[in-house]
């Protein structure tokens, strides 16, 4: 037959032509040539696919990022002497017979939109490939959504009207490959509504046993970890849904990150490809690298991968990567990962646990094995993961204290890679591969678990879980941790250390540890967010540029233009910050929470700007360090640091309004100021404070930066020694109270008590319905005592559980769980009161008190808590006021939060007491504490050294003589026998 095409104009007087040949016959080889005028080419061939019914197996191949790369020719070679000669060597010599077609999942050139690109880097290096076989493509970045892409490539036009091309499908024998658009600009809902559709009719047509689809981001990549892509997740997670509906198996294959990348899904029969790179640069270890749990093997080398997919009454697929070496090593087509998917997966046999044996006691807390029996699988499949649980509340497994998914092998980073030659291999970092086993460290002591396990299958089929075993665990040695920022914890030396702390050994206490003093503390919360400007993520507290009250930020070094929430510091909620910004290692930042301080030039560059580099500065307000012991005092901040190319960070100090010292300079570049990827890192710096220093002022700067990464912080403090010796005053972590049964939630025992520890009350006068049957759970009206983990089991959690800071017993007032026996909230507002014993504070310096405390809050509608100070049975004051709405005194979510709160103790003040409210409150959320500690200074220490001596005295004597204001212990401004009294009192007392 002759077919008479049509044509479009090109470029330099070229033309691109376009014939549809219709009516031919299945499973048929066609010879065709090109002509135009008298102008005629070789004579070539292809097969066309068979019919679905035929059942016939086929294979096809995949790759992507073919764009320019360091070795001009690689992509020529991944074409002639890859996929050619592997498919010729393996299966048969005529290439159309053997291969049904390529799927090349973005990055085809490097600037899609340089017409002369597509002749050199693409059709010239893969003619004698796809003369043969067809090629289904989809654009990535480097094709800029350019014409040219939909100009040279005929694509199913069955997408959503107006998006022909962007996205579609191709039945091919019994697979559905999916088409779709990852990019920037088609990141909408539309097409996830279209792929829903698709998916639907995928799950009823007989014909179909597996779906593939392409995209060019990856949702996660481990070597490249910028390419993460929030959007991609949302189609990852249909097609795992896709695949637990009906059971057919999927995989999403993917490019744009330079390595090849294969995994699959904990609970779905779902595989996560990355067929990269034909050319492009190779992505080596050390540059964003994350040991994601879904990839089972990673390798840093250009290649393919081979499908082969069979049809019939045992459908299945097997996925080989061939690799071709990178730049420091050459491989020739070796086989570098195999798997075998059957859509009729027999699951192994449920494994049984072994040891601990069931009810065990005595097992030693710090290392544990679990250990179950051997694998076995009726249709021959090898262990390929196993998923140990381990919780302390029996057959509950929704919060396990252990969740571990492990695999046979995992294919990762060397060990001290540098991105060089050290980071151009993989090697295996299991050292075990017997997964029938798993150790766990450092559980609680005196403890009593539970656990199970189940076992997977090399074709991504699990087994049903275990049955439970029990084990108690005995005595665990602990010691004091210290903190920096005055926290302890009894913990074991491993943790204590790798936390950051200082740990004082066994059995020591925690009263041991030095008292810290918080002289300054920022993690922006106080600043109200509102809308974006620029951005299209939308959200109504989400971003701002005004600063914190006394703070500044300096854009004056930053060009004009740019996207306005960037251009300079500004402060974001961290996770609409990570998905505006298409995520790229953002959310990485777990440490920041509420607001946060940001300088992003990366994001900043996505809007047209005026030349120049980005330089912004955000500078502390003046800090009061008189409190702190010079020789002790530290600069403590929460830091998200990803640099490139010229960028630069630096923190800065001027103490007394002097010379600026550096703190920190880091760059991007190698050298001996490098600063690697450090997204989520607390930076713990010794201040340099000199003798007599009263001030401090803090400047924070990201330099010389143009379209490169990020810094943000969060959560800094100043804090250090007191410069003098501060004595605790009262220490509570309510251990002391005898927790009894539960009464209207699940029966328990030891879990729960209205009473509370000796010498403190509680007033639930203000609850409703207290003492009515029916009318709220008993257990939460008002204030109550409650074991930290039994109150997360029994409430479902709801993020409860993320007050890790408490231990043993605590306080809670929570109203969301009071609410559920009956509806007490219609019988008005919940108003709970918890007062703290009378407190001696008549040896205690005048305006020195501070009160810190772990609290876990959760606001909801109009709740709201108060912490209130009585001096000498007067009034109260309010020294702690958080809303849940918006206001000056809106709090957000804090459910793992250390609160240091000053007290202003004022002169003759003989004793305290606190007052804690949760207030106003209806079906709402929760507010808990624990580990409260009040501290202050000794009248009468005079001489800086823990203990009062005769040197006091001296001391005392000495200021009273030079009237120094630190002598004036009654606050009245005069120097008389007042303060001699009030010095004698305090030391007589020994401040006791």
């Known amino acids: 037959m002759s077919v008479m095409g049509s044509s479009g104009a090109s470029q330099n007087g070229a033309r691109i032509h376009h014939t549809m040949i219709n009516n031919l016959q299945p ?26 019914s035929a059942e016939q197996s086929f294979r096809f191949a995949a790759l992507s990022d073919t764009q320019g790369g360091p070795i001009s020719d690689m992509h020529t070679r991944t074409i002639n002497e890859g996929i050619i000669a592997f498919v010729q060597n393996e299966f048969g010599p005529v290439i159309h017979d053997e291969l049904a077609f390529v799927i090349e999942p973005g990055d085809l050139v490097s600037t899609g939109s340089d017409y002369d690109q597509w002749k050199t880097q693409y059709f010239d290096e893969t003619q004698n490939l796809y003369q043969h076989v067809p090629i289904y493509p989809v654009p990535g970045n480097h094709e800029q959504d350019s014409h040219w892409f939909f100009d040279y490539f005929k694509l199913p036009e069955n997408g959503t009207p107006g998006f022909e091309e962007h996205w579609w499908y191709k039945d091919h024998g019994n697979i559905r490959l999916v088409g779709l658009d990852s990019n920037n600009a088609y990141r909408i809902q539309p097409q996830l509504d279209w792929l829903d559709g698709v998916l639907a009719d995928a799950a009823t047509n007989d014909d179909i046993d597996f779906v593939f689809a392409q995209l060019h981001h990856p949702h996660l990549s481990g070597i490249w970890t910028p390419g993460n892509t929030a959007y991609t997740g949302l189609i990852v997670d249909k097609l795992e849904a896709f695949s637990d509906t009906t059971g057919k198996p999927s995989i999403h294959f993917f490019g744009h990150t330079h390595a090849y990348e294969r995994g699959q899904s904990k609970d779905h029969s779902h595989l996560w490809v990355n067929v990269a790179a034909g050319e492009g640069g190779i992505d080596y270890w050390d540059q964003s690298d994350v040991d994601y749990d879904e990839f089972q093997r990673v390798f840093p080398e250009w290649g393919f991968v081979i499908m082969e997919v069979d049809a019939g009454d045992d459908p299945k697929f097997r996925l080989r990567r061939i690799n071709r070496g990178n730049n420091y090593f050459e491989r020739d087509n070796e086989v570098m990962d195999d798997i075998t998917i059957r859509r009729y997966n027999n699951e192994p046999e449920v494994p049984s646990p072994i040891a601990p044996s069931d009810g065990q006691t005595q097992v030693d807390p710090d290392l544990v094995e679990l250990r179950a029996s051997v694998f ?29 998914w492990i695999r046979f092998e995992n294919w990762f980073m060397v060990e001290g890679a540098d991105g060089g030659e050290s980071g151009s291999y993989s090697v295996n970092t299991v050292e075990d591969p017997d997964i029938s086993k798993v150790s766990v460290a450092y559980l609680d002591g005196l403890t009593t678990y539970y656990w199970r396990v189940r076992y997977r299958d090399s074709g991504l089929g699990w087994s049903d879980w275990s049955d439970e075993f029990s084990f108690t665990t005995g005595s665990a040695p602990t010691g004091a941790c210290c903190f920096h920022d005055g926290f302890c914890d009894q913990l074991r030396e491993n943790i204590c250390v790798a936390q950051g702390g200082d740990w004082l050994g066994l059995d020591s206490d925690c009263e041991n540890c030095p008292q810290v003093v918080v002289a300054f503390s920022e993690d922006f919360d106080t600043v109200p967010l509102g809308s974006p400007v620029d951005e299209g993520t939308p959200g109504d507290h989400v971003w701002t540029s005004l600063s914190p009250g006394g703070w500044i930020v300096d854009r004056t070094g930053v060009p004009g233009g740019g996207v306005t929430e960037w251009r300079g510091w500004g402060f974001a909620d961290p996770i609409w910050w990570a998905q505006t910004a298409d995520d790229q290692g953002r ?23 005026d030349p120049g580099t980005y330089n912004s500065w955000l500078e502390s307000p003046v800090i009061d360090i008189t409190r702190l012991d010079p020789n002790n005092a530290k600069l403590i901040f929460d830091s998200s640091w990803r640099p490139e190319v010229n960028q630069r960070a630096m923190v800065t100090a001027v103490f007394d309004h002097g010379s600026e010292i550096v703190l920190i300079d880091w760059h991007s570049q190698p050298g001996p100021s490098f600063k690697p990827d450090a997204t989520d890192e607390t930076v713990v710096l010794d201040l340099p404070v000199p003798m007599g220093a009263q001030t401090l002022e803090l400047r924070f700067g990201l330099l010389d930066a143009e379209n490169n990464w990020w810094w943000a912080i969060d959560n800094i403090a100043v804090v250090g020694q007191a410069s003098a010796e501060r004595m605790t005053i009262l220490q509570e972590d309510f251990e002391s109270v005898p927790l009894g049964p539960s009464v209207d939630e699940s029966p328990s025992d030891s879990v729960w008590t209205d009473v509370p520890p000796q010498g403190w009350s509680v007033d639930d006068s203000g609850v409703p319905g207290i003492g009515l049957d029916g009318e709220g759970v008993t257990e939460w009206e008002g204030w109550a005592f409650t074991d930290r983990d039994w109150w997360v089991g029994i409430a479902a959690d709801q993020l409860r559980s993320e007050f890790v800071s408490a231990r043993g017993a605590i306080a809670v007032a929570d109203p969301d769980e009071w609410d559920d026996l009956g509806n007490p909230e219609a019988l008005g507002a919940y108003n709970a009161l918890m007062q703290s014993p009378a407190i001696d504070i008549a040896s205690v310096r005048v305006d020195s008190l501070q009160i810190a405390f772990d609290s876990s809050w959760r606001p909801e509608d109009n709740q709201r808590v108060e912490l209130r100070v009585s001096f000498d049975n007067g009034p109260y004051q309010i020294l702690l006021d958080w809303r849940s709405q918006a206001g000056d ?13 000053d007290i202003p103790n004022p002169p003759g003040a003989s004793t305290m007491a606190l007052e804690f409210a949760m207030l106003d409150a209806a079906n709402d959320w929760w507010w808990a504490i624990d580990n409260l500690m009040i501290t202050g200074l000794c009248a009468a220490e005079f001489d800086g050294i823990p203990g009062l001596t005769f040197f006091d005295v001296s001391g005392f004597l000495s200021a009273f003589q030079n009237q120094s204001p630190h002598a004036d212990l009654n606050a009245d401004l005069a120097f008389n026998f007042f303060d001699a009294q009030v010095f004698i009192q305090a030391f007589l007392s020994g401040c006791g």
């Open 27 to 52: 499973d048929t080889v066609y010879y065709y040539r090109v002509g135009t005028g008298s102008a005629v080419g070789e004579v070539l061939s292809f097969r066309t696919p068979a019919e679905t």
């Open 889 to 901: 005194q809106f709090h957000p979510d804090s459910t793992n939060e250390r609160v240091l709160i």
């Open 587 to 609: 959310s990485g930042f777990t440490r920041a929470s509420g607001a946060t301080a940001i300088a992003d030039p990366d994001e900043w560059d996505d809007a047209p700007r």
């Open 376 to 404: 076995s699988d009726s249709d021959g499949g090898t262990h390929l993961e196993s998923q140990f649980q381990l919780t302390k509340i029996q057959g509950d497994y929704v919060n396990p204290v252990i969740d571990r």
